[in-house]
Structure formats: C-alpha cells, structure tokens
C-alpha cells in the first residue's frame, strides 16, 4: 500500500468534508433563522438533488472512460468557483433563498462528478484486496473532517458573518483540491475497442451490468436508506435543533459533531465490524440507525438527542462505507464508475422526493415527526437485508477475511 498516496486521499477526503459540513452548517443555520419556515430546508435539501438526477448518468459514463483523477479535481476546482460567487452574493447583499438554492443545486451536482471519480480512482490506485479498509480509513477522514467542519461552523455561525465564514469554507475546498492534484496516478489502459460506443451504449451497458448482478439491487436500496438517513438528518438538524429542542447554533455544531462521532467511530472499528457480522452486517447496522432515529423522534432532552443522533451516525456510516466496499468488490473495475453514479441516483431520487414532504411534516407537525417517519423506511430495510444476507455473492465478499 502507497503510505503517501494514502495520505493525500484521507486529506482529500477531511478538507473536502471539512469544508462541505462548515457550509452546510452555516447556510442551513443561516436559512432557516433568516426564514423561519422549515419548508425553506426541505427545499434546500430536495432541489439540490435535482440536477443529479440527470447528471449522474453522464458522470457515471465519463468516470469510466476518462481520466478519474483529471475528473475529480474539475470538479474541485469548479466547487471553489461556485463558493466565491456565493461569498459575492452575501458580500454585496444580494442574497435570496433562491441564490442560496440554486447555489447547492451547482455545488452538489459537482460533488456528484468529484465523488464517483474519487471512489473509482481508489478502486484503481489500491490493490482490490485492500480496499475494504481505504475506504473505513476514507469514512473515518470523512466524518473527521465533518466532525471539525460542523462544530467550527456553529461556533462560527454565533461569532462571525457569513461572508467571513465562507472565506474558511473555500480555503478548505482549495486544500481538498491540492491534495487530490497530487496523489500519484497511472490510468489503467481502457479496453480496446473495434469501433467507438455512445454514451448510450454504455449507460444501457451499466444497467445490463446491473441486472446480470441482481445482488446490488439489494446493495442499492440498503445504501439508499443510509444516504436518505444521513441527507435528512444533516438538512433538518438545524430546524430540530431551533425548534424543537430551543438551542443555540453552538449545540446545533456540536449536535452535528456528535453525528460525526459516530461515524468516526465507524471508521476505526469498521474492520471489526465487518469480521464481526459478516453477512449479518447490515442487519445490525441498520438496527442501529433505527434506534438512534426512536431516541432523537421520541425525545425533547439534548443529552438522549446527543446519543440519538450519535447512534445515526454509527450506523449510516457502516452501511455507507461497508457496503460501498462490498460494491466496489462485486462490480468490474470498467463499471465502477457506473455503478458509483447509479447508486448515486437512487440515493438521491430519494431525498428529491421526500425532501419537500418532510419539510411540510417538519412545519406542521415539528421536526421530531422527519425521524420518526424516517424509522419505517430503515425498519423495511432491515427486513431487506435479512433477505440480502443469504445471498452466495454477498456471503462471499462479507466472509473474506482482508477486511
């Protein structure tokens, strides 16, 4: 394993989240003080969404024919453009919740672009063999660098502007994309062909590919209940927080904060946990988010939310990380790209559609009512992933002992 390589891409991945939280922190806070109104968030997370819909099928397609490291540091670069012309909008007080939406729409169909091209090009910088624990090693930098961004984005949301606050968030964007400039990458020569494909040919290809390997429709849906969890949580932790539990924007940091633990911690004892569970993994990951979801919907006192929403970020992260390794393991490295960006889209048709409604659910009815709605979902995919858990392949990957 390439120790400087390896370092560059976990600082890749806590700059880019570092920053990525501190923004989400500071605009949501932001959002919602200046709107009162939950439906403003709901919105926010859903129409950000959107334009992935559309784009992670052309992503999927360039991630598998070009450059995977060129990509990603487009991507990166074109992340910083659109947070200066947000500094702009704030600096010369032209700001509107719809700049600010429009605004995350770009951003993240950006990060639809710059995460499939990172997580292909690990798949191809690092053995096969090792890549189960590079990516714990990558949630754990992840919810790191979310873990500083978010509790920096509270406290800088009481003490500073917003205007001065972004002038952090793009520092830390410029690390992100310095380091991925840097890690060493040979490409893997593509596969010769005898007469050019469409991106048509190859997006029909990538859902082929997926129905003759049937076991990641079930590596989908269980990762899409992960990302709902994790994209709804992150969205209406603000207005739970305001609302509901009466607190400052410094515990809203620190609740975040405490979100990120989780996941941390599910980075350093992912390897454990996989050797521990094998192919029982799921069931018992998504058992926990359920919990944490019954304690933060059940409860009005801050130190059970604070275990509550720790508990979410344990188990999101084991579903998200784990299973993208069982993924990346099943799937042919000239698909990974494809895979990568069909995940991503039925992660995010899926905050597309329930963004809104939870938005009217959190304004009619109180934020606590999004987790407890969100509890019936992951309990049906509990129930799915005991179905999962029985199949050869999954059983298989789940058994190696690399993990």
Request: net charge positive; aromatic share 14%; glycine share 8%.
């Amino acid at each position: 394993m390439n120790r400087l390589n390896t370092r560059r891409l976990l600082s890749g991945y806590f700059f880019y989240e570092c920053g990525r939280a501190m923004y989400f922190v500071l605009i949501t806070w932001f959002l919602y003080q200046w709107t009162g109104d939950a439906l403003y968030t709901g919105l926010f997370v859903s129409f950000g969404f959107i334009p992935g819909l559309f784009s992670n099928l052309i992503f999927g397609v360039l991630v598998d024919r070009k450059n995977r490291k060129r990509l990603a540091s487009i991507a990166g670069l074109c992340s910083i453009i659109c947070l200066v012309f947000l500094w702009g909008a704030f600096f010369i007080d032209w700001i509107h919740p719809l700049v600010m939406i429009v605004s995350h729409m770009v951003l993240q169909t950006l990060g639809s672009l710059f995460r499939p091209s990172l997580q292909a090009l690990v798949a191809e910088v690092f053995p096969k063999e090792d890549l189960p624990r590079i990516f714990s090693w990558s949630a754990s930098s992840t919810v790191a660098g979310s873990l500083c961004g978010a509790s920096l984005g509270g406290i800088l949301a009481g003490w500073l502007t917003v205007t001065s606050s972004l002038v952090v968030v793009v520092c830390l964007y410029l690390g992100a994309w310095v380091t991925v400039k840097l890690i060493s990458y040979t490409p893997i020569p593509k596969q010769e062909l005898t007469e050019p494909t469409s991106f048509i040919k190859e997006m029909k290809d990538g859902f082929a590919y997926v129905h003759s390997h049937q076991m990641l429709y079930g590596l989908f849906i269980m990762m899409m209940l992960g990302q709902l969890t994790f994209h709804t949580t992150l969205g209406f932790l603000s207005v739970y927080t305001s609302a509901h539990l009466k607190q400052s924007s410094i515990i809203y940091g620190f609740l975040d904060s405490t979100f990120s633990i989780g996941g941390i911690v599910a980075g350093l004892i992912g390897t454990w946990w996989w050797m521990k569970c094998k192919n029982r993994l799921a069931v018992w990951s998504l058992l926990i988010m359920a919990a944490g979801l019954a304690l933060v919907g059940l409860t009005s006192h801050v130190w059970i939310a604070f275990l509550g929403f720790a508990m979410i970020g344990l188990g999101t992260s084991f579903v998200r990380a784990l299973l993208q390794s069982i993924q990346q393991m099943a799937t042919d490295p000239h698909f990974h790209g494809r895979m990568s960006s069909l995940r991503m889209l039925c992660n995010q048709t899926s905050v597309v559609i329930t963004g809104p409604i939870f938005g009217i659910v959190a304004t009619s009815q109180g934020a606590y009512m999004v987790f407890l709605l969100l509890l019936f979902p992951v309990l049906l995919g509990v129930l799915w992933a005991i179905k999962q858990s029985k199949h050869p392949a999954f059983i298989e990957i789940t058994s190696q002992q690399s993990a």
